[in-house]
């Protein structure tokens, strides 16, 4: 689904992205880990075009959109979804309103249409009778659910998250993490997660790929990246237990 292929990206000099490799399955949930601040945020923005790479190929379903047009590079942005890690809803507006924004900006779906729309992806994510709340009524883990349905609203092939456990108590945490997992079997979409919570990782992730200084230096299965060698993943792995 995707292939990111010997991406560089420097900032002021300093190199974030460095020749990075990563192979994300269709229809499976892959999750980068790696130390704040270590460029899982700028890869993730790569991956959707908002930054372009100093080199290398993105290709997104077939396409290289490292050198796309804006009008181009919107139409593949048309498979994505994004959940943010504050989930990014717009106060002034219902939750209703929140899911039904992008229905009324890039489909032409009557209002009855985009109301059961609204309905179907709130009851995906295991929310009843909220439609006409505001985001400030809501708690930090229903405002994530409301983020994830909108998200979901325009049935992307891939959807992304950036840090989604962030933030929450354990019995949330372990909501959300519930959610991915199940969201993701029923949609059928490839979630790709940027996380440091390394517990979450294991519980969500099919695949787990490791970001340190800039490039992907181990990936496998919870499994595999448990029992792994790589003196990098084991001591991440510990100071975070720790």
């Known amino acids: ?34 130390q704040s601040g270590g460029g899982k945020s700028v890869l993730l ?39 943010f890690q504050d989930a990014a809803l717009f106060d002034s507006m219902t939750v209703g309103e929140n899911i039904a924004f992008p229905l009324k900006e890039h489909t032409r779906l009557s209002i009855k249409e985009i109301n059961k729309v609204v309905d179907d992806k ?3 994510v295991g929310l009843e009778n909220v439609t006409h709340k505001m985001p400030s009524e809501l708690s930090g883990g229903m405002r994530k659910r409301v983020g994830l349905a909108r998200a979901i609203a325009l049935d992307p092939k891939i959807v992304l998250f950036d840090e989604p456990t962030t933030g929450l108590d354990p019995i949330m945490r372990e909501s959300i993490e519930e959610l991915i997992v199940s969201t993701q079997k029923r949609t059928k979409a490839t979630f790709v997660v940027i996380s440091h919570d390394i517990e979450s990782t294991f ?40």
Not at 6 to 18: A, E, R
């Open 203 to 242: 519980v969500i992730a099919h695949k787990v790929a490791m970001l340190y200084q800039g490039r992907i230096v181990a990936v496998g299965t919870p499994d595999e990246i448990r029992s792994s060698n790589n003196p990098f993943v084991r001591r991440f792995i510990k100071d975070l237990r720790d």
């Open 122 to 124: 709130l009851n995906l």
């Open 45 to 83: 923005k790569h991956i959707i075009g908002l930054i372009r790479p100093d080199s290398g190929q993105i290709i997104v379903d077939g396409v290289d959109i490292t050198n796309l047009n804006d009008k181009k590079l919107n139409e593949v942005r048309k498979k994505f979804g994004m959940l």
């Open 1 to 34: 689904m995707i292939e990111i292929i010997k991406i560089n990206k420097s900032f002021n000099g300093q190199k974030v992205l460095d020749d990075l490799d990563l192979n994300i399955e269709p229809e499976k949930i892959t999750v980068v880990i790696g």
